[in-house]
């Protein structure tokens, strides 16, 4: 049918043009060849499958349906190979790629004999549709495996992901998913489901995502090809239509508007070409800025321990009764230690963070435990502010989930400690409980409350309220946002909710049941 025929069309253009631009950006890069290849895959499938659809006789109509099979073999192997690149990781799969590889060239050898395509019957308001032979349903099986794999490795990618890789990840997740079983209703017929392949336009759908994701979060750096691409284009038509003008006047004012078209293409592409640069300096800058901290930190972090230590030891009269004139003194440099001591942890945990090195060691345990700790250790505090401290356990215990213990405590310590701080008469209350198959914890305070502008960047990096400023002037702004990190690597929620200022404050951390 004419329709199916025109999807496999769309289908191999799209293909080409992408895996062309992304080709000619970068010829020597290994990632660019290994797409280039993934789309030429699709390309040889989409234009087999055009002529298929549109052949005429029998023999044609098989000849065709075993070509678009070359396509098809490769594309799996060469998807999985494109995302192994993509994550850095092409090295430990080695034997897997090697293994893929191997079997899609057997299974191409097989491809143009009655193993691989028997023949081609009527199925549907379909003329020539291929039927399977034995050694294509070992290839199907590994068309699936390879896939489905593919999309594991993303996934596993995600919580340890910087922020703009996690957007290109979930990118080529959509595009890859969509696009693959949409082309996977072209298996129904081939085992006689009467089922149409309705759904193989939605492999345009992958480029089209993957395109969007390499202009808008450089995956490829494209925006600069796509520029130069339509700025040749538009040159070109406006240099053939000067030349073909009808008379002489016209051809003078056609080839100015050309040149001058030329000097804004050429002002225009620099421009992009600068902005990239520029965008490529900050990258480096924020990378230089993070291994910096990480150094500064770590090497900040061994003096002021063995500190701490000296101090503690000072204190309780390791080398000699103190008068109380010296204690004091020594009591409030102890304090300052420690406050340093969480600032250098916590700008260690910002780059690692940062720079996708911190991982998650889940275990399967109660959250009331955790709760039940924080509490009982920040109570002190609590009671120096004449304010309380609830904890509301729940009637009936709370399943154990599986949670990195160290982060899931650095989550709810951060919120409760940063609600006690800025809480001045009242208190604080912890509770929890289980909604949608998610556990909730929120921890409402009575504290000086937040506005709308507030809010909307409290989670960032280096970032504090009004309130927090003329409370507790010594925070960096780092706890929360450390504890919005934590929890999105737990594939779960964090947020705040306040009426305004002086109305109090409620923050709610969700997290998966598992």
Known sequence: ????????????????????????????????????????????WGYSYFIWQTSTDKETALFWSRALMIGAIFMPITYFHFITAFLGIHQKKKNLLILGYSLSFIF??????????????????????????????PFLLTF???????????????????????????????????????????????????????????????????????????????????????????????????????NFTWQIFGLGLFVLFCVFGYLLIKSVILEIQRRQEIEKIDKAKSEFISIASHQ??????????????ILEGTYGQLAEKQARPLENVYKSNERLIKLVNDLLSVSRIESGKLKLEPQ????????????????????????YLNWEKPHKP???????????????????????????????????????SRLKIQVKDTGEGMTEKEISYLFESFSRGKAGTHLYSEGA????????????MHQGKIWAESKGKDKGSTFYIELPIK
């Open 398 to 436: 709370l399943p154990k989930i599986l949670i990195d213990i160290d982060k899931t405590r650095q989550i709810i310590l951060n919120i409760v400690d940063n609600a006690i701080k800025y809480t001045k008469q009242g208190g604080v209350t912890v509770s929890t409980k289980i909604q949608d």
């Open 108 to 137: 191409l050898i097989l491809n143009f004999t009655p193993l691989f395509v028997k023949s081609v019957e009527c199925e549907l308001s379909f003329l020539y549709w291929p039927k399977p032979g034995i050694a294509y349903h």
């Open 477 to 488: 702004g780092l706890g929360l946002y450390i504890a919005r990190k934590f929890v999105e």
């Open 300 to 313: 900040l972090r061994t003096p002021l321990t063995a500190v701490k230590g000296y101090i503690s030891m």
């Open 144 to 246: 699936f495996l390879y896939f489905f794999y593919s999309w594991y490795l993303l996934y596993k990618a995600l919580p340890q992901a910087t922020k703009i890789l996690q957007i290109q990840i979930r990118y080529l997740l959509i595009g890859s998913i969509v696009g693959f079983f949409g082309g996977a209703t072209n298996y129904f017929l081939w085992y006689d489901i009467p089922i149409p392949p309705f759904g193989s336009i939605l492999i345009t759908f992958f480029t089209i995502l993957t395109a969007f994701a390499a202009t808008k979060y450089h995956l490829f750096e494209i925006k600069v090809i796509l520029t130069e691409l339509l700025v040749g284009v538009i040159g070109l038509l406006l240099l053939v239509q000067a030349m073909t003008a009808e």
């Open 1 to 44: 049918m004419l329709f199916y025929a025109i999807t496999g069309l769309i289908n191999a253009a799209a293909s080409t043009f992408l895996g062309f631009l992304v080709y000619l950006k970068n010829q020597k890069a290994n990632i660019n060849k290994i797409f280039a290849l993934f789309c030429s895959s699709i390309a040889i």
């Open 364 to 387: 399967k345990t109660s959250i009331e435990e955790i709760i039940s700790n924080v509490v009982e250790e920040l109570k002190i505090e609590a009671k120096k502010k004449n304010i």
